[in-house]
């Protein structure tokens, strides 16, 4: 299944699980667009249908909190990346070609 259909259908169940708790369609639909991935979008189904949050408040909270999670995961990516990177400089050093002989 290509990434397009998957977010569609993800973005879909998301409205149905909204609606589902007696909330506007359109809640859901930004909702799918603030979180951004089907992977998300399962994480945020898996709270509704746990938690059965009573507040459009409640359910905001807890998609800003997803979305600080993920932004923290990419961070640590990058640090990681970066920290790699810079062990391979440090073990290999600065010049690999060796152009200075």
Not at 10 to 37: C, H, N, T, W, Y
């Amino acid at each position: 299944m290509d990434f397009k259909r998957e977010w569609a259908r993800s973005r879909d169940d998301l409205v149905q699980a909204i609606r589902s708790l007696g909330f506007p369609d359109e809640l859901g639909v930004q909702l799918a667009k603030m979180l951004g991935s089907p992977k998300a979008m399962e994480r945020m189904m898996a709270y509704l249908y746990n938690e059965k949050p009573n507040t459009a408040e409640l359910i905001v909270d807890e998609a800003l909190a997803i979305c600080s999670d993920i932004e923290r995961w990419r961070e640590k990516k990058a640090s990681e990346a970066a920290n790699a990177k810079y062990n391979e400089m440090l073990y290999y050093g600065l010049d690999s070609d060796d152009d200075y002989e």
